[in-house]
């Protein structure tokens, strides 16, 4: 299953090319009158940033890449380093799905735990979380990516699960 992103109207790309602008450095849109836009989408079973344009929304990173390039992502978009909402463009690629997919599986040295940013509490939070979801463990969130790895490293020594 082909995941390419649907193209809007030329209409809308006209309208995107006139009234907003990126700043590939901070990954940031701005509109009229220089403010950031971007709102927080929570419906899917990840977070990410959406772009309402003429009462549509469309995804934060798909809008990033038009007004850095100038075309539409004519692939799925990936976040380098997993996270969603650093839509600076040397973090974002284009991709097919078997890439896309395996980015997405298990990150650390574990079977079953991942490690990402977490953004519950606040849209733009800067807390890790480490947790494995299958088993339903939750190790808690962290100020950095060590001390995330650390916990799922003291956890899995201390309930004997060995490494892959």
């Known amino acids: 299953m ?5 193209r809007p109207t ?10 907003y602008s990126y700043n590939s450095e901070l990954g940031q849109i701005y509109g009229r009158g220089g403010l950031t836009v971007g709102s927080l ?13 003429k009462s549509k929304n469309y995804k934060f990173h ?5 007004l850095y390039y100038g075309e539409w992502p ?5 976040h380098k380093d997993r996270d969603n909402f650093n839509n600076k463009i040397d973090n974002l690629r284009l991709v097919d799905d078997k890439t896309q997919q395996r980015n997405k599986e ?6 079953g735990f991942s490690i990402f940013k977490d953004a519950l509490d606040k849209p ?9 979801q299958r088993q339903k463990i939750d190790l808690g ?3 950095s990516r060590e001390e995330a790895e650390l916990a799922v490293d003291e956890w899995c020594k201390k309930n004997d699960m060995e490494g892959i």
């Open 106 to 111: 298990n990150n650390t040295s574990y079977k």
């Open 41 to 53: 989408d929570t419906s899917g079973k990840r977070q990410r940033l959406t772009v309402s344009i």
């Open 141 to 143: 969130r962290y100020y």
């Open 2 to 6: 082909s995941s390419i992103p649907k």
């Open 124 to 132: 733009r939070a800067k807390m890790w979380r480490a947790r494995n």
């Open 10 to 19: 030329e209409d809308i790309l006209e309208y995107i090319r006139t009234f």
């Open 62 to 66: 798909h809008v990033c890449w038009f």
């Open 74 to 78: 004519s692939q799925q978009i990936d």
